[in-house]
């Protein structure tokens, strides 16, 4: 990694400890496993790094549990001593696959309920831990971030719960509106987003893509991702496009104004590789439909990125549209539960995070700067020119 010398330089804040929720527990040990190889590879280099108490370790998982009452009540307990440790602790608040049993009735663990375990775990730390950092890769809430009238804002008022709960920084992905660091603006909040592993994805799925204007475009969905999308035209020199909502604001359903019609503005899109590129996927409507009307158009090939598959209606929408030939691959990533099946699927392509999640973390317990990490152009660049040698 490019950033490893600065962390032989500097010595840790203090020994580290990841604690995770249970809807983490494969996100945490992919995390770990990559943080215990990239340690032992620095202390070969460097022997003094062993003697530094907790660099150099067998796991930096913390053992915890978080459990309930019959009345559906919960309680968290650390089995392990949190006492001048940098503690990490790890959530999956979109794991709708944990369960529990109230009154003996099962209920599925929703985002509320993954959010006080978070709390819980704070708590438990007793205030002993020297820092305490929130990974949260969805943040929770993150569609709640502004209101209309007489509207709860939910999102900021997340993150001040867990400023008041004496947490220093908060970890996410691809935040919905990163504005909503604002909430709380003298406590950390890091953003960090996944361009770099969407374009390996891409290029591994489909290798004779040709990043050029004349080959290739990015569309935006919606207005809401026009940041990533110009990103991502830019650094690849291709041109953008964007839809826009029109909605019905007559009426409400399922709490929102329902879409109309989505309105197209920018270049032909005719014989070009196109790739739709959002937050998000919940029950896929909107993006089904922008691959349709891009279709319709005459792009050659789709290619859907999202850094959150929900799928909250499941997949036979998508198998539908991929029989259909709307489009041909979905790149998303592995920052929150996906249903088993998804791995299933001739189209669905994982974009791995979890690397890139270790070396987040452990760039922060060394105190150093995360923007050498936060920005990704110069590892993307490096590759586009492989990519360039490659063809010539």
Same mark, same amino acid.
């Given at each position: 990694?490019?950033?490893?010398?600065?962390?032989?330089?500097?010595?840790?804040?203090?020994?580290?400890?990841?604690?995770?929720?249970?809807?983490?527990?494969?996100?945490?040990?992919?995390?770990?496993? #990559?943080?215990?190889?990239?340690?032992? =590879?620095?202390?070969? !280099?460097?022997?003094? @790094?062993?003697?530094? *108490? +907790?660099?150099?370790?067998?796991?930096?998982?913390?053992?915890?549990?978080?459990?309930?009452?019959?009345?559906?009540?919960?309680?968290?307990?650390?089995?392990?001593?949190?006492?001048?440790?940098?503690?990490?602790?790890?959530?999956?608040?979109?794991?709708?696959?944990?369960?529990?049993?109230?009154?003996?009735?099962?209920?599925?663990?929703?985002?509320?309920?993954?959010?006080?375990?978070?709390?819980?775990?704070?708590?438990?730390?007793?205030?002993?831990?020297?820092?305490?950092?929130?990974?949260?890769?969805?943040?929770?809430?993150?569609?709640?971030?502004?209101?209309?009238?007489?509207?709860?804002?939910?999102?900021?008022?997340?993150?001040?719960?867990?400023?008041?709960?004496?947490? #220093?920084?908060?970890?996410?992905?691809? =935040?919905?509106?990163? !504005?909503?660091?604002? @909430?709380?603006?003298? *406590? +950390?909040?890091?953003?960090?987003?996944?361009?770099?592993?969407?374009?390996?994805?891409?290029?591994?799925?489909?290798?004779?893509?040709?990043?050029?204007?004349?080959?290739?475009?990015?569309?935006?969905?919606?207005?809401?991702?026009?940041?990533?999308?110009?990103?991502?035209?830019?650094?690849?020199?291709?041109?953008?496009?964007?839809?826009?909502?029109?909605?019905?604001?007559?009426?409400?359903?399922?709490?929102?104004?329902?879409?109309?019609?989505?309105?197209?503005?920018?270049?032909?899109?005719?014989?070009?590789?196109?790739?739709?590129?959002?937050?998000?996927?919940?029950?896929?409507?909107?993006?089904?439909?922008?691959?349709?009307?891009?279709?319709?158009?005459?792009?050659?090939?789709?290619?859907?990125?999202?850094?959150?598959?929900?799928?909250?209606?499941?997949?036979?929408?998508?198998?539908?549209?991929?029989?259909?030939?709307?489009?041909?691959?979905?790149?998303?990533?592995?920052?929150?539960?996906?249903?088993?099946?998804?791995?299933?699927?001739?189209?669905?392509?994982?974009?791995?995070?979890?690397?890139?999640?270790?070396?987040?973390?452990?760039?922060?317990?060394?105190?150093?700067?995360?923007?050498?990490?936060?920005?990704?152009?110069?590892?993307?660049?490096?590759?586009?020119?492989?990519?360039?040698?490659?063809?010539?």
């Amino acid at each position: 990694m490019p950033h490893t010398s600065n962390q032989e330089r500097v010595l840790p804040l203090a020994p580290l400890k990841i604690a995770y929720l249970e809807g983490a527990s494969e996100m945490a040990h992919a995390i770990d496993s #990559s943080l215990v190889k990239m340690r032992r =590879a620095r202390g070969a !280099r460097d022997p003094e @790094a062993a003697k530094v *108490r +907790g660099n150099i370790e067998s796991t930096y998982l913390l053992e915890t549990k978080c459990s309930r009452y019959g009345t559906g009540e919960g309680k968290a307990k650390i089995l392990d001593s949190v006492r001048g440790v940098d503690l990490f602790i790890l959530a999956d608040v979109m794991n709708y696959s944990i369960t529990y049993k109230v009154c003996g009735h099962e209920n599925h663990m929703s985002p509320d309920n993954h959010f006080q375990d978070i709390k819980r775990i704070i708590s438990a730390a007793n205030g002993r831990a020297h820092r305490i950092t929130v990974v949260m890769p969805f943040l929770y809430e993150s569609r709640q971030h502004n209101r209309t009238s007489r509207e709860s804002l939910d999102c900021a008022l997340a993150i001040q719960d867990l400023a008041n709960y004496g947490v #220093s920084n908060i970890i996410t992905f691809d =935040a919905h509106d990163p !504005r909503v660091m604002s @909430a709380e603006p003298l *406590r +950390g909040f890091d953003n960090f987003m996944p361009t770099y592993q969407f374009l390996r994805a891409l290029t591994k799925t489909a290798p004779d893509l040709n990043f050029d204007n004349r080959h290739f475009m990015v569309i935006s969905p919606d207005e809401g991702a026009m940041n990533r999308a110009v990103y991502f035209s830019n650094i690849l020199g291709a041109d953008i496009g964007m839809f826009y909502k029109r909605r019905d604001y007559s009426r409400i359903v399922n709490g929102k104004n329902p879409i109309v019609a989505h309105e197209f503005l920018g270049d032909s899109v005719v014989g070009k590789d196109c790739v739709v590129i959002d937050d998000m996927i919940a029950s896929g409507g909107s993006m089904l439909d922008v691959c349709r009307q891009i279709k319709a158009r005459g792009a050659k090939r789709i290619f859907i990125c999202a850094t959150f598959g929900l799928f909250t209606e499941g997949f036979d929408k998508f198998d539908a549209a991929y029989e259909e030939g709307l489009f041909d691959y979905l790149i998303t990533t592995n920052l929150c539960y996906t249903r088993p099946e998804a791995k299933t699927k001739p189209y669905f392509v994982t974009a791995n995070m979890y690397k890139y999640m270790a070396s987040i973390i452990d760039t922060l317990n060394h105190d150093i700067s995360a923007n050498q990490i936060k920005s990704t152009t110069g590892k993307i660049t490096k590759m586009l020119r492989k990519m360039d040698s490659k063809e010539s």
